[in-house]
């Protein structure tokens, strides 16, 4: 289930398949090659632990790089086909909305207002502080302002088109152009950005 796989469950499998490729290595030994293989391992113990490492490298790497590419796959196509399903969903841009002016004190201690259909998105930097984007004309501005994402959040609550999208990110879903699936999650391009914003898995 991609919507709850994390890396600890990653780790679970790749043991798994290893644990699966040991026992299959001894039945291969036991059953059916035998004393060369008897011998083989006796050689190597004399060896010491490298050798043994080294076996088990040789063997599980091939299986468990597969595994892993399978699995990268099938998280790919999920996030892909989601992100395809929400480009058919797009709703063109509500011409009749109500305006609203976003106040917010910047870095400088001066207060910018942004009209909400000018909004693009805002990025939390750490702390206190948020980089907002916005549209003037045909340029996007960016600003550093002294705000959480739950205060923005406050401010904005009566808008329905500003959502959150991920912790460190709220945008403005008219200004939406397209998503992008890969393997981590689903991306955002909006109007006027040169980067695309990740989406949570919530």
Aim: with cysteine; glycine share 6%; net charge positive.
């Amino acid at each position: 289930n991609s919507s709850t796989w994390t890396i600890g469950k990653n780790l679970l499998a790749i043991l798994w398949i290893l644990l699966t490729i040991s026992l299959s290595n001894f039945v291969y030994g036991e059953y059916l090659v035998g004393q060369a293989y008897v011998d083989g391992l006796k050689q190597l113990e004399r060896a010491g632990i490298i050798s043994w490492i080294s076996m088990t490298f040789s063997v599980g790497v091939i299986p468990v790089v597969f595994a892993l590419y399978f699995i990268e796959k099938k998280l790919f196509r999920s996030n892909q086909h989601l992100a395809e399903d929400f480009n058919r969903k797009m709703r063109a841009p509500d011409v009749h909305r109500s305006e609203q002016l976003i106040s917010v004190e910047s870095g400088r201690d001066t207060a910018i207002r942004i009209k909400s259909s000018d909004f693009i998105c805002i990025q939390a930097i750490g702390g206190n502080y948020a980089s907002i984007y916005w549209q003037d004309q045909s340029e996007t501005k960016k600003e550093l302002v002294r705000l959480t994402l739950l205060g923005f959040l406050e401010k904005t609550a009566s808008l329905d088109n500003i959502v959150r999208c991920h912790k460190s990110y709220i945008l403005n879903l008219e200004k939406v152009v397209s998503f992008r699936g890969n393997a981590r999650s689903v991306m955002i391009m909006l109007e006027g950005m040169d980067f695309e914003i990740p989406v949570s898995r919530s």
